[in-house]
């Protein structure tokens, strides 16, 4: 290959050479790349201002954004995370940030999960599953709010169901992550002993934080990244781990949901069940499909969306869009007039939510992914 150009004088000229010139190959060197990471799991204050709510198991932490007397849309985090790690990115998204315009957005963490929570008291007696659900009335009731729609991912999204079938009228729908429905199995369990041993002595392992990027991305070679990056970071420095363990433990002691896939009108009443409309979510790296099918098996299918999306383990953070579009359609079939720059009021009729969820692109929706003989 030739180490010099011969170039005309007419260009040459233009390039401020003589015609004798050469333009030779040149060497840059010291020079670097530089690409800021725009993804932060700090807090930059967009998830509202924070209060303090007393329960019967101790105070917790909730952010409040907006008008309370507004439509509500109550999250709840996962393993390891907490409301601004969990949403703050997801709830920054432009397309979300239009559709929750005219939306309160109350964050609930859990005891000892808020940034820079202190170590939880030696004697103190972690809540249950159970027990954390029902911290959520403490919260409806410190805020006034009559309803509120639930979001919740992973460890959230259990406790959200559990409140939900417990109080049917508190809830007007639920976009559940990676819900599971069922007690942990004896693996599940085995593991996180480990892990519960070593975070209560404040030790964060490699093994509990290679567990943690497990249970949010599944895949992770086929995941993003810089995404998985982030999350290591964050997990091996920014942890409370005593209080992680803590709740790890009250996780892995869950109870089942014991609810019922019901046919019968005659015998609906009379059973256990989740009565809302459920928005049931995974991606196809994630290791909780499973889960959230046999969640989808247990739901009313005329209230229920099961979603898996595509190219994906940790579905808010890689694919904030298609999430964002399929809850604004979802909000549409609440009887919300959902716009890209917003919603309006609640209509009087609810349109048919499976009927709008079946137009969102690359995402795979079916209503009974086992093709259950039952349905």
Same mark, same amino acid.
């Given at each position: 290959?030739? %180490? ?8 040459? %000229? ?54 309370? =007397? ?15 790690? /969990? ?39 972690? &809540? ?42 508190? $809830? ?24 519960? +041993?070593?975070?209560? %002595? ?17 895949? +992770? ?28 433990? =009250?996780?892995? +002691? ?5 609810? $019922?896939?019901? *046919?019968?009108? /005659? ?19 994630? &290791?909780?499909?499973?889960?959230? $099918?046999?969640? /989808? ?5 005329? *209230? ?18 298609? $999430? ?20 309006? =009021? ?9 009927? %709008? ?19």
């Amino acid at each position: 290959m030739p %180490s010099s150009i011969a170039v005309p004088a007419e260009q040459a %000229s233009l390039l401020g050479t003589m015609p004798s010139d050469a333009l030779d190959d040149i060497e840059l060197r010291h020079v670097q790349l530089s690409v800021s990471n725009s993804r932060s799991l700090s807090e930059d204050g967009s998830t509202g201002s924070k209060e303090t709510v007393d329960t019967q198991h101790g105070p917790i932490t909730v952010a409040v954004t907006g008008d309370t =007397s507004k439509p509500v849309i109550l999250t709840y985090h996962d393993l390891g995370l907490n409301h601004v790690t /969990n949403f703050q990115a997801f709830f920054l998204y432009p397309e979300m940030r239009n559709i929750l315009n005219n939306f309160c957005i109350v964050h609930v963490n859990a005891p000892g999960q808020e940034e820079g929570a202190p170590t939880l008291p030696e004697g103190y007696v972690y &809540p249950t599953m159970e027990e954390l659900s029902e911290t959520i009335t403490c919260v409806k009731n410190h805020f006034h709010l009559r309803t509120f729609i639930g979001f919740g991912v992973g460890l959230g999204a259990n406790i959200l169901a559990r409140y939900a079938t417990k109080y049917p009228c508190d $809830v007007d729908a639920l976009v559940l992550v990676n819900c599971s429905s069922t007690q942990a199995g004896w693996i599940e369990w085995g593991y996180q002993k480990l892990n519960i +041993r070593h975070l209560r %002595s404040g030790t964060m392992t490699t093994g509990t934080v290679d567990y943690l990027l497990w249970h949010h991305f599944g895949k +992770r070679e086929e995941c993003n990244q810089d995404l998985v990056t982030v999350y290591r970071q964050h997990f091996e420095k920014a942890l409370n781990a005593t209080n992680l363990g803590l709740l790890v433990d =009250s996780y892995i +002691r869950r109870t089942d949901l014991g609810i $019922v896939r019901e *046919l019968d009108p /005659n015998k609906k009443k009379d059973v256990r069940m989740i009565r809302c409309q459920v928005l049931n979510i995974t991606a196809n790296h994630s &290791p909780h499909i499973e889960d959230t $099918v046999t969640f /989808n098996g247990r739901l009313d299918p005329t *209230l229920a969306t099961w979603m898996k999306i595509q190219d994906c383990g940790l579905v808010i953070d890689e694919a904030p869009g298609k $999430v964002v579009e399929a809850f604004r359609l979802f909000l549409q079939g609440q009887g919300y007039a959902v716009h890209n720059r917003g919603i309006g =009021s609640r209509q009087a009729s609810l349109a048919s939510v499976n009927g %709008s969820a079946a137009c969102v692109k690359d995402i795979r929706i079916t209503e009974n992914p086992l093709q259950n003989p039952t349905v």
